[in-house]
C-alpha cells in the first residue's frame, strides 16, 4: 500500500458531535431514546392535563428546582432564553391575582349568550387560591427583534419560546406526578401592575404549581362538554392549504361559548355527600366557602344596617323627599321595616348605624356619623378624608365585633344613594356615567338626565382635584361617597378580620365591598354576593368584585333585603350540606 492509498483514522472531536457521517447513514434511527423512555415520553404527552385541584401539601424545593429545569432547558429562538420565572408564594400577591380572575371570569360570561354563560360559571377555571405554588411566566421583549436572531422574520418567537418552556415545565411536572394549570384570566396589563413588570416584559399568564386533587382521564372542557379533541386527520394537511370546500374547520371560538388547606377541606367534605359532586350549583360554591372560613356550622347571623342622608338629593335625583331615609331607620328599630323583617324571617339579628340621618338621635343604633362638613358631590366632596378614615375604621371594629357571628349581611338605606354609588363606580371602576347611572327607586327618564348630569359633574369636579381619583379608593370614597358606605366598607373587612362570610346586598353596599377589596384584597375571599339588583351598573360592580349573586331577582328593594334572603339560601345550603348522607371511600 502506497501512502496515498492510506486510510487515516477520522479525528474524532473531544466535545460536541463525536458521530461520523458513516455511522449516522448506516443507523438513521441510531439518535432514538431507549423504548422505555420514548413510551415514558409519549405517556406523559399523553397523560398531560390542565390541573385546577390542589392539595395544599408544600411542594419539595428539589423537586421545583427540577421542574423549573426542564423549563429552562426549552428551545428558544437565537438561544435567546427570553424566559424569566416568578415564583410567587405571597399569600396577599395570591389573593390579589385570585380577585382578577373571578373578575375576568364574570366578564367573559357576560359576553356569551345566557346558556353558554352558565356554562361556563359551573367550570373551575383556576386554582389561584389553591395551588401551593404560582409560577408567573414572562417574556423579556426589551431587546430590539433585529438583534436576535431567527426574530427578525418572526418577530413573536421570543414568545412561542416561552411557550416551549411552559410546555417543557408542564411535562416535568407531570412526570413528577405535579398538576400544573396554566391561567390566562387575567387582563395583560392587570397582571403586569401586579408584579411591577417594566415595560418590555410580558407575562405568558400564571401557572398553578402543586399536587393535584384530582386525576382526570380526560381533557376538563372535553369532560365537561365544552369542546371535543378534533381528529388528527381534520389538522393535518398536505404541501398546502386547500381551496374552502376542503378546508379543515375554523377552531371554535371559546370566547363565545366562553388559605389553601381550608378551601381544599371544605371540598373534601362536600366530595363525601351522597350527592352529584356541585349538585347545588352557585349554591355549593357560596357554601364551600363558608365552609373554608370555618363557618359550616352557622345557623345564624347578622344584618348590618347603615343609613345616611345625602345631600345631592337637592339636585331632584330622587323621587323620595330625603325624610323617608329617616323614617325608614327608626321603622328598622321598631323591627317593621322590609329589611328588619327579612332578617327576622331568615333567622338574623340586626345591628343599626345611624351614619348620618338628620334629626334627634334614634335610640337603639350604633351612631357612627361624620364629624365635618358634608358635600352635594356635584360642587363640594361628600365628605371629608378625615371623617372617611375615621368611618371606616370605625366600621372594621363594628365588623370584628360582629364578625363572631359567622355570617354578616350588609345592607343600607339612604334616600339618593343609587346617585352617590354611580358616582363612586364611575371613580373606582374607570366607567363613564352612561354605564352605571340607573333609575333607582321610581325615577322616570327626566330624573334620569339629572341623575346622569349629577354623576358627570361630581365626577368632573373631583378628577380636577385629585387627578390619580382612580387609583385612590379612600380618597375616591371622600369626594364622591356616602358616610353609610364608608362604615360599611369597614364593616366588611373588619368582618373578614373575623374570618366570616360577608354577604352584600345591591349596587350600594357591593360598591362599599369594592373598597374594601381594593384597600385589603383578601377581603374578597370572605365575600358572597347575595343579590344582582335591576341597578344599571350593579353587574359592572359585581364583575370587578368576581362575585357570582346566589339571587337574580331584579330587586330594587335595598334595606338588606336581597343579602338577608341570600343568607337564609346560604343558611338552608349549610343545614344541607351537614345533613346529608356521607359515602364510605
Not at 395544599?56 to 420565572?85: I, K, N, T
Not at 396589563?189 to 408584579?195: G, K, P, R
Not at 371554535?252 to 352529584?276: I, M
Not at 365591598?513 to 341597578?535: D, N, T
Request: proline fraction near 7%; include cysteine.
Amino acid at each position: 500500500m502506497t501512502p496515498d492509498e492510506r486510510v487515516w483514522p477520522r479525528p474524532v472531536p473531544l466535545v460536541g458531535d463525536a458521530t461520523a457521517a458513516s455511522e449516522r447513514a448506516a443507523d438513521p434511527t441510531g439518535w432514538a431514546l431507549g423504548t422505555e423512555a420514548r413510551a415514558g415520553l409519549y405517556e406523559a404527552i399523553g397523560v398531560r392535563r390542565d390541573v385546577r385541584r390542589f392539595r395544599p401539601d408544600p411542594l419539595p424545593d428539589e423537586v421545583l428546582q427540577r421542574v423549573l429545569g426542564a423549563a429552562h432547558a426549552a428551545p428558544s429562538v437565537g438561544h435567546s432564553q427570553p424566559w424569566r420565572f416568578l415564583v410567587v408564594r405571597d399569600p396577599e400577591i395570591r389573593d390579589r391575582a385570585a380577585v382578577l380572575t373571578d373578575r375576568e371570569r364574570l366578564r367573559q360570561a357576560a359576553g356569551l349568550d345566557a346558556d353558554a354563560a352558565r356554562r361556563l360559571l359551573d367550570l373551575q377555571l383556576e386554582g389561584v387560591r389553591e395551588a401551593p405554588l404560582g409560577i408567573v411566566v414572562c417574556c423579556d421583549r426589551r431587546t430590539p427583534a433585529a438583534g436576535v436572531l431567527g426574530r427578525a422574520t418572526f418577530p413573536d418567537a421570543d414568545l412561542w419560546s416561552c411557550a416551549a418552556a411552559i410546555q417543557n415545565l408542564w411535562l416535568a411536572a407531570r412526570a413528577e406526578g405535579l398538576g400544573l394549570g396554566w391561567v390566562t384570566l387575567f387582563q395583560p396589563e392587570d397582571l403586569a401592575e401586579l408584579f411591577g413588570l417594566p415595560d418590555g416584559v410580558v407575562t405568558l399568564g400564571w401557572l398553578c404549581l402543586g399536587w393535584p386533587d384530582e386525576r382526570p382521564p380526560a381533557p376538563g372542557l372535553e369532560r365537561a362538554g365544552w369542546s371535543r379533541r378534533l381528529a388528527l386527520r381534520d389538522v393535518v394537511l398536505a404541501d398546502r392549504w386547500p381551496d374552502d370546500a376542503g378546508a379543515p374547520p375554523v377552531p371554535p371560538s371559546r370566547l363565545r361559548a366562553p388559605d389553601q388547606p381550608a378551601v381544599v377541606g371544605a371540598r373534601d367534605e362536600a366530595d363525601r355527600l351522597l350527592a352529584v359532586p356541585g349538585s347545588l350549583g352557585v349554591l355549593d360554591r357560596a357554601v364551600d366557602r363558608a365552609i373554608a372560613l370555618g363557618r359550616g356550622a352557622a345557623t345564624g347571623g347578622v344584618l348590618v344596617l347603615a343609613a345616611a342622608d345625602h345631600p345631592v338629593a337637592s339636585h331632584e335625583v330622587s323621587p323620595y323627599d330625603p325624610t323617608i331615609t329617616g323614617d325608614l331607620l327608626r321603622a328598622a328599630v321598631a323591627g317593621t321595616s322590609l329589611g328588619a323583617t327579612a332578617a327576622r324571617t331568615v333567622g338574623l339579628g340586626l345591628r343599626i348605624v345611624d351614619a348620618g340621618v338628620a334629626g334627634e338621635p334614634v335610640p337603639g343604633v350604633t351612631a357612627l356619623r361624620p364629624w365635618g362638613l358634608r358635600g352635594d358631590l356635584v360642587n363640594t366632596p361628600g365628605m371629608t378624608v378625615a371623617d372617611t378614615r375615621r368611618l371606616v375604621e370605625a366600621g372594621r371594629g363594628l365588623g370584628r365585633e360582629v364578625g363572631t357571628t359567622g355570617i354578616v349581611a350588609l345592607g343600607e338605606i339612604g334616600v339618593a344613594n343609587t346617585t352617590v354609588a354611580a358616582a363612586l363606580a364611575c371613580a373606582l371602576l374607570g366607567a363613564n356615567p352612561d354605564e352605571v347611572t340607573g333609575l333607582g327607586s321610581g325615577a322616570d327618564a327626566a330624573m334620569l338626565d339629572r341623575k346622569r348630569d349629577a354623576v358627570s359633574a361630581a365626577l368632573g369636579r373631583a378628577r380636577r382635584s385629585h387627578p390619580a381619583l382612580d387609583d385612590d379608593p379612600l380618597t375616591a370614597l371622600a369626594e364622591l361617597g356616602g358616610p353609610e358606605l364608608a362604615v360599611l366598607a369597614g364593616v366588611a373587612s373588619g368582618a373578614a378580620q373575623a374570618r366570616a362570610v360577608v354577604v352584600v346586598d345591591g349596587f350600594a353596599v357591593s360598591l362599599a365591598a369594592l373598597v374594601a377589596v381594593q384597600l385589603e384584597p383578601a377581603v374578597q375571599a370572605c365575600l358572597i354576593a347575595g343579590q344582582r339588583s335591576r341597578e344599571r351598573g350593579h353587574v359592572l360592580v359585581l364583575e370587578h368584585l368576581g362575585c357570582e349573586p346566589l339571587l337574580d331577582l331584579r330587586m330594587r328593594a335595598g334595606e338588606g333585603v336581597g343579602a338577608s334572603l341570600a343568607t337564609g339560601l346560604l343558611l338552608d345550603g349549610l343545614a344541607l350540606r351537614r345533613g346529608t348522607a356521607r359515602v364510605d371511600f
